[in-house]
């Protein structure tokens, strides 16, 4: 991976991380953790979108793909706090 894919990479998870953080209000993170969770997110959208017959491509794409999976990571986070 190179530099410019990494650079891309963090900023695709720190917008979708910000926007599920906005969606799922008190469970922000911080940017630091905004961007962790918007990485995770990605790769959990990259997941499960796909097995229920979604595919989105370009960047656009990649940002709605990964904050689906940020809003499902960061409601999975509530629900564990909430226990």
Not at 31 to 47: E, M, S, T
Not at 53 to 70: K, R, V
Request: proline share 1%; aromatic share 8%.
């Amino acid at each position: 991976m190179g530099v410019e894919s990494l650079v891309i990479f963090l900023l695709i998870g720190l917008v979708a991380g910000w926007l599920a953080g906005q969606v799922i209000k008190g469970y922000g993170f911080g940017l630091v953790g905004n961007i962790i969770v918007g990485i995770c997110g990605a790769f959990l959208g990259g997941f499960l979108l796909p097995k229920v017959g979604l595919h989105i491509s370009g960047i656009i794409g990649s940002i709605i793909t990964a904050f689906i999976g940020a809003l499902i990571l960061l409601a999975v986070i509530r629900l564990i706090k909430k226990v």
